[in-house]
């Protein structure tokens, strides 16, 4: 049986940071599941559909990862639900710094409330990747500056569309 991990997010965009998520997990399990979300009521800089292309644009195009050891899907459910539905008991989270710790906790716990067989799995950055957000990738495309250090260069080139 395939050990598979989910890793839900709404990457918008997708950065260095979750990609170093993703290659740390792909070291312990046998494939990583990247949900994408659209259901957090946040003003998306992206749609669900662009995001999906900037996403596999990264990792499939850029970075060369292997097809057979990551999906891309959207989702608009619970995470426990998608991890029944691709039979997982891993929930993938990233931590950049002690801020994001108090809402992820809380958030596994929520999970694990609603499948107790359902892990989370916590996992950082490298340094150099720990101080990136989606959010300051934007903020700074927006502004012109040079994103290569935060993300690949498809996603530069899309975000580079939007901020023209």
């Known amino acids: 049986m395939k050990n598979i991990a989910i890793y839900p997010g709404t990457f918008d965009p997708i950065t260095f940071g979750h990609i170093d998520v993703i290659k740390k997990a792909l070291k ?9 979300s659209d259901g957090n009521q946040k003003n998306f800089l992206f749609s669900i559909d662009e995001r999906v292309e900037i996403v596999k644009k990264a990792i499939f195009k850029d970075l060369k990862f292997k097809k057979s050891k990551i999906d891309i899907i959207t989702f608009d459910s619970l995470t426990t639900d998608l991890c029944k539905k691709y039979r997982s008991n891993i929930i993938l989270r990233g931590l950049r710094a002690v801020s994001d710790f108090e809402y992820e906790f809380q958030l596994a716990g929520m999970n694990r409330k609603l499948n107790n067989k359902i892990e989370t799995i916590f996992l950082m950055s490298d340094l150099e990747n720990q101080i990136i957000s989606s959010r300051f990738v934007k903020e700074i495309a927006q502004h012109k500056g040079d994103l290569r250090k935060f993300t690949t260069t498809s996603t530069i080139k899309s975000l580079k569309n939007i901020y023209v």
């Open 28 to 36: 312990f399990v046998d494939k990583v599941v990247v949900g994408i």
